[in-house]
């Protein structure tokens, strides 16, 4: 296994890091770029559970993980932007090797971004994706329950402003760990305010994948939990009507990142799925 940390300056001046591991197995010719969750206000592109990470890796697969700046410190045009470049560099300099295929691969927020990153990317002259892979993830920001005050957030006991605004900073956040500026996320979606916040200003459907896009996704992985109590599973449902290829493995649970608790066999078995879902692809 290889491991290496690149570094790269967006035109904005925020720096970023890239974790790029490659497989020790023999290589499926396929490389994984992965976004991490967060609500996109916190994370970190070393979030993947290693027990899943190193399934991916043994399969075969290389692992490319990506930071993107969070907000409110940036508007989400402006992530979008940072990933677009990201994605250009990752291009120019062969880490995603020409003429090999690749997956987007998001959780939560980065499942959105792998969306949006798709849409974007048919919109380009840029190799396309040869899979996407979304666990719990979306590609609107207009469902109503995103909009609107959410029972489960606030049946966690009420965040103060005073206590988010002190984690506020005056430049880019690229990495956080979840459980520092999560009250960020959870006191946005106590009050209905998280896409406002993430829009600052700009139409929320102007963040989302254009329907007449939809046929022009390559294949598509998702999984999500029937009671998810942050994104609801109709959206899952409704992504899966709308793509022309997709498979969607429904858990009958109520957690929404069923994969960060690894004492259930549930995370594992749809990390093996994802596996035989990219092996039929890259064979």
Known sequence: MNKTDITFVTSQKITLHFTQTKTAAPRKQLTIVYFHGGGLFC????????????????????????????????????????????????FAENLIPAGERYALFGRSAGGYLSFMTCSWLLETKLPQPAALISLYGYAQLTDPAFHTPDKYYLSLGKISAESCQKLLRSAPIIESPIEERLCLYIRARQEGSWIDTLCQGEDPARFGVLESQYPLFPPVYMAACTMDPDVPYRI????????????????????????????????????QEIIAFLSSLSN
């Open 236 to 271: 899952s449902k409704q992504l899966k009507r709308n793509l022309p290829h997709a498979v969607l493995t429904t858990l009958y649970e109520s957690s929404h990142d069923f994969d960060r608790d690894l004492t259930q066999k549930t995370g594992e078995a749809v990390y």
């Open 43 to 90: 994370g970190s592109r070393h979030d993947l559970p290693e027990p899943y990470r190193q399934l991916l890796l043994q399969a075969g697969f290389d692992l490319l993980a990506l930071d993107y700046p969070f907000a409110p410190e940036c508007s989400l045009r402006e992530i979008h932007a940072s990933v677009q470049e990201s994605m250009r560099f990752l």
